[in-house]
């Protein structure tokens, strides 16, 4: 067995673990449906390199140090650009999260408005409307003899 075919079965196996893995990392949520579909094409890929001799035969013609080399910088990158992936999702699902928040929010409050507007509407009705200067009547209440209010004057 030559290390091309030892760098194929490599392939093969490292495309079904990133199929099963990614998989596995959508059903508990932890990666984005997007991303992880682009998980799945890639894994796909590196499956279908590895298995059909006519995509990897050029592996032939490189030194077998260079076989290695690539092949754990591959294994390398695809680790990194996963856990980027992750980090990715997780920024993507608290934004969707915070979305909803401030949606919920936003309701809400339009509700408690409603709400106030109701009760003004009532205490103008029961009042008849002479507490509608509330804020003057209470400004103006003091002669002004008192000075600034905190000093022994």
């Known amino acids: 067995m030559t290390i091309v075919d030892i760098v194929r079965v490599g392939l093969v196996i490292e495309g079904i673990l990133i199929i099963l893995g990614i ?3 959508h059903t508990i ?3 984005a449906v997007d991303l992880a579909v682009v998980w799945e094409f890639l894994g796909g890929l590196l499956f279908l390199a590895g298995l059909v001799p006519a995509l990897s035969s050029w592996l032939g013609y490189l030194q077998t140090e260079v076989i290695l080399a690539l092949f754990l910088m591959e294994i390398i990158c695809i ?3 996963i ?3 992750l980090l990715l999702s997780q920024l993507i699902m ?3 999260e915070l979305a909803v928040q401030v949606s919920l929010l936003n309701f809400e409050n339009e509700r408690v408005l409603a709400e ?3 009760i003004e509407k009532k205490v103008n009705l029961i009042d008849g409307g002479e507490n509608r200067n509330e804020k003057d009547t209470v400004r103006y209440q003091y002669d002004g ?3 600034s209010g905190d000093s022994a004057d």
Do not use: A, H, I, P
């Open 23 to 25: 998989f596995w990392l």
């Open 29 to 31: 949520k932890r990666m």
């Open 79 to 81: 680790v990194g650009w």
């Open 83 to 85: 856990e980027f992936s």
């Open 94 to 96: 608290k934004s969707q």
């Open 116 to 118: 106030l507007r109701e």
């Open 145 to 147: 003899t008192g000075g």
